[in-house]
């Protein structure tokens, strides 16, 4: 319905110039940049760029703000991200029914927001429980685990007091992932 003519591509180098394009769009005449105002907010988020998406956001007319139950939901994602909600962020992306245009959008910001997250993980942590993992990325404990493992970035389990943590040890030359995990 609303952008269902752009189609985000997996390298995301476009974002910036999409940007560009619906920032001078929404300037030139802002009745007609009604239906870009999604696409504007997430391409936002996807670039990670949250001050600029709280001023577009402060910029929308309430009138649409009101009408346009889809915009909420992209905007209550971006709450999410700035107070770093990360299970919130994740439920919020998966409780709207989008539209077809809009859901690969937002596949596009989890992605994006999950390998951001899993970033910060490998260079804050050298230990992490996969219950928090889990959290962090989104995902169940399994899966967490066995998205984690093809990046080379773990390396072994270890367990302590019961309980499953993940060493993280930035060294994928040592052993493949296979070797480390289940």
């Given at each position: 319905r609303y952008i269902?003519?752009?189609?985000?591509?997996?390298?995301?180098?476009?974002?910036?110039?999409?940007?560009?394009?619906?920032?001078?769009?929404?300037?030139?005449?802002?009745?007609?940049?009604?239906?870009?105002?999604?696409a504007q907010l997430l391409s936002y988020l996807i670039e990670n760029e949250i001050h600029y998406a709280r001023f577009l956001w402060r910029r929308i007319p309430k009138k649409i703000k009101e009408t346009d139950p889809e915009l909420n939901a992209i905007w209550t994602i971006g709450q999410n991200v700035w107070n770093k909600k990360y299970t919130e962020i994740y439920q919020s992306a998966q409780a709207y029914n989008w539209s077809p245009g809009t859901v690969l959008f937002v596949q596009s910001f989890v992605e994006k927001f999950r390998e951001r997250t899993f970033k910060l993980i490998s260079s804050a942590y050298s230990n992490i429980s996969t219950g928090d993992l889990a959290v962090l990325l989104g995902l169940g404990e399994q899966d967490a685990i066995t998205r984690a493992c093809p990046t080379s970035s773990f390396l072994a389990f270890v367990h302590v007091r019961a309980r499953v943590c993940v060493r993280l040890v930035l060294m994928p030359h040592l052993l493949p992932c296979s070797h480390a995990c289940p």
């Open positions: 269902a003519g752009l189609r985000p591509c997996a390298s995301l180098l476009w974002q910036p110039r999409l940007i560009q394009f619906v920032a001078f769009l929404v300037a030139e005449n802002p009745k007609d940049a009604l239906p870009l105002y999604g």
